[in-house]
């Protein structure tokens, strides 16, 4: 399911929605609990683990919205999350030193 018209033009991080990505490494449940933070849950695999993190969030365009943060791991994190197509764009830095680039499709769960 593509992101309902409202969060497609949204100029303001969408708090309350929660919403799953499908990348080829996992997938991953994100909920806004905030203009600043956000839960992430990684059910299964090496990735396997549920966290809040305070983010960094700013508007590119209605419905496209830059996100970053920094797990208690040390890992970074910035996402482009394109409500208007319906895409997440994922670039990580794992702890290790390991670089992921990901890109999945948005499914929104409210």
């Known amino acids: 399911m593509r992101a309902d018209q409202s ?3 949204a100029t303001q991080y969408p708090i309350g929605l929660a919403f799953d990505v499908t ?3 996992f997938s ?3 909920t806004v609990l905030a203009s600043d933070r956000l839960r992430f849950d990684i059910a299964e695999g090496p990735f ?3 966290e809040e993190v305070i983010v960094a969030v700013s508007l590119i365009r209605p419905g496209v ?3 970053s943060w920094v797990e208690h791991s040390g890992a970074t994190v910035v ?3 394109d409500f208007s197509k319906g895409t997440l764009y994922s670039h990580a830095t794992l702890p ?3 670089f992921l680039r990901m890109e999945g499709a948005i499914n929104l769960v409210n």
């Open 23 to 25: 990348f080829k490494e």
């Open 79 to 81: 996402h482009v999350e």
């Open 96 to 98: 290790g030193g390991t």
């Open 28 to 30: 991953v449940r994100l």
């Open 7 to 9: 969060i497609s033009n």
């Open 48 to 50: 396997a683990k549920t």
């Open 65 to 67: 919205f830059l996100v």
